[in-house]
C-alpha cells in the first residue's frame, strides 16, 4: 500500500498561481510513477501531469506551458506548480502514484482548486 498525503490548493484568482504537494509513505517501492489528476463537477477524472522516477513528464495538453510537476525522490514528494490560472482549472485534484506495471493505483483524498474571473 502506498499513502499520499496532499496538501495546497485553495482559492485564487484567474491569473493566479498555486502549487500542491503529494507526500508518498509506506511501499513506495510502489510509486514508480506519480502524478495528478482532476475532476470538475459533472465531468471525469483527466490527467493533468505526471512524472517517473527519473524526471520523465508528460502533461494534459491543457497546461502544457503553463503548469509544471517536479519530483523529489529522497522525499517521495511531488510538486505540481500551477501558473496563469483560469477558471477552467477549477476542480478537484487527486494525486496519484502507480508502479511501472501500472497494474494498480493509489489515490490521495483530494485537494480542491478554485479558480475565480
Known amino acids: 500500500q502506498v499513502q499520499l498525503v496532499e496538501s495546497g490548493g485553495g482559492l485564487v484568482q484567474a491569473g493566479g498561481s498555486l502549487r500542491l504537494s503529494c507526500a508518498a509513505s509506506g511501499n513506495i517501492f510502489a510509486a514508480d510513477v506519480m502524478g495528478w489528476y482532476r475532476q470538475a463537477p459533472g465531468k471525469q477524472r483527466e490527467l493533468v501531469a505526471r512524472i517517473t522516477r527519473s524526471g520523465i513528464t508528460n502533461y494534459a495538453d491543457s497546461v502544457k506551458g503553463r503548469f509544471t510537476l517536479s519530483r523529489d525522490n529522497a522525499k517521495n514528494t511531488v510538486y505540481l506548480q500551477m501558473n496563469s490560472l483560469k477558471p477552467e482549472d477549477t476542480a478537484v485534484y487527486y494525486c496519484?502514484?502507480?508502479?511501472?506495471?501500472?497494474?494498480?493505483?493509489?489515490w490521495g483524498q483530494g485537494t480542491q482548486v478554485t479558480v475565480s474571473s
Open positions: 496519484c502514484a502507480q508502479p511501472y506495471t501500472r497494474d494498480s493505483a493509489y
